[in-house]
């Protein structure tokens, strides 16, 4: 059953229902504009920064190493540093970042329209709980991860909030994640290229693998685009 099918099937059963394609070109277009804007932007990216850094200590903690700090910086950037034994271990964790972060978004906007989508707000809230109490200490990652544990607490608190809202917030959630790892991993290409020493987890994976960053950025750049064209697909009945 395709999306268009099922959202009208859950609107006549008075369930959950895909937003419009009006409201997702209006969403797209803002969250590209949005982003360019230094402060607000920042705020909005660090969205994908808590994913992306978290995607680090989760990966640790399954392979059986350990998490000693993660930090969200105020340019949008951050750091999870973590200790593996074993290269393999070291590489799953380096490699986890920018693949997860991008299926996770797709996993988002699959949810859409679906009734399941709103434990993601109990998600949300319980990772940036563990976050704040077990690794995040800088300034700025305290405060930013605060306000976003509130804002999920409180969406779950207002009654009919979610039910209301879920698939518009979860689209624009999605979509930023999308877009924000997607330039993310390009500019990982250029900075593998032009300072493959600086190339952050690119270069992590170079110095275990002995194959150069660029490869590395490559890959998670392919994996990007392929998440957006999964993506488009996922929308493109809405469209027709």
Same mark, same amino acid.
């Given at each position: 059953?395709?999306?268009?099918?099922?959202?009208?099937?859950?609107?006549?059963?008075?369930?959950?229902?895909?937003?419009?394609?009006?409201?997702?070109?209006?969403?797209?277009?803002?969250?590209?504009?949005?982003?360019?804007?230094?402060?607000i932007?920042?705020?909005?990216r660090?969205?994908?920064?808590?994913?992306?850094?978290l995607?680090?200590?989760?990966?640790?903690i399954?392979? $059986? $190493?350990?998490?000693?700090?993660?930090?969200?910086?105020?340019?949008?950037?951050?750091?999870?540093?973590?200790?593996?034994?074993?290269?393999?271990?070291?590489?799953?964790?380096?490699?986890?970042?920018?693949?997860f972060s991008?299926?996770?978004s797709?996993?988002?906007?699959?949810?859409? $329209?679906?009734?399941?989508?709103?434990?993601?707000?109990?998600?949300?809230?319980?990772?940036?709980?563990?976050a704040?109490?077990?690794?995040?200490?800088?300034?700025?990652g305290?405060?930013?991860?605060?306000?976003?544990?509130?804002?999920?607490?409180?969406?779950?608190?207002?009654?009919?909030?979610?039910?209301n809202?879920?698939?518009y917030?979860?689209?624009?959630? $999605?979509?930023?994640?999308?877009i924000?790892?997607?330039?993310?991993?390009?500019s990982?290409?250029?900075?593998?290229?032009?300072?493959?020493?600086k190339a952050?987890?690119?270069?992590?994976?170079?110095?275990?693998?002995?194959?150069?960053?660029f490869?590395?950025?490559?890959?998670?750049?392919?994996?990007?685009?392929?998440?957006?064209?999964k993506?488009y697909?996922?929308?493109?009945?809405?469209?027709?």
């Open positions: 059953m395709d999306l268009i099918c099922y959202a009208i099937k859950l609107k006549n059963h008075g369930g959950f229902g895909m937003p419009d394609k009006i409201f997702i070109i209006v969403s797209l277009v803002l969250i590209i504009l949005v982003i360019r804007i230094k402060n932007g920042i705020a909005f660090s969205i994908n920064t808590l994913i992306h850094e995607s680090h200590a989760f990966m640790a399954l392979t $059986g $190493g350990k998490v000693s700090e993660i930090k969200l910086n105020d340019n949008a950037s951050g750091s999870c540093t973590t200790k593996s034994k074993g290269k393999f271990k070291t590489f799953l964790v380096s490699s986890s970042g920018y693949i991008a299926f996770f797709y996993l988002l906007l699959y949810s859409l $329209g679906k009734f399941w989508n709103q434990y993601f707000f109990y998600f949300f809230l319980i990772i940036s709980i563990i704040l109490i077990f690794w995040i200490r800088n300034l700025y305290i405060i930013w991860t605060l306000v976003f544990a509130s804002i999920n607490f409180a969406l779950i608190l207002i009654p009919n909030a979610i039910s809202f879920s698939n917030i979860l689209l624009l959630f $999605g979509l930023l994640i999308l924000d790892n997607l330039i993310a991993c390009i990982l290409l250029y900075i593998s290229i032009t300072s493959p020493k952050g987890d690119a270069t992590n994976i170079a110095k275990t693998t002995k194959i150069p960053a490869f590395w950025s490559l890959i998670f750049l392919a994996v990007a685009l392929f998440v957006v064209y993506s697909l996922l929308f493109l009945p809405i469209f027709q």
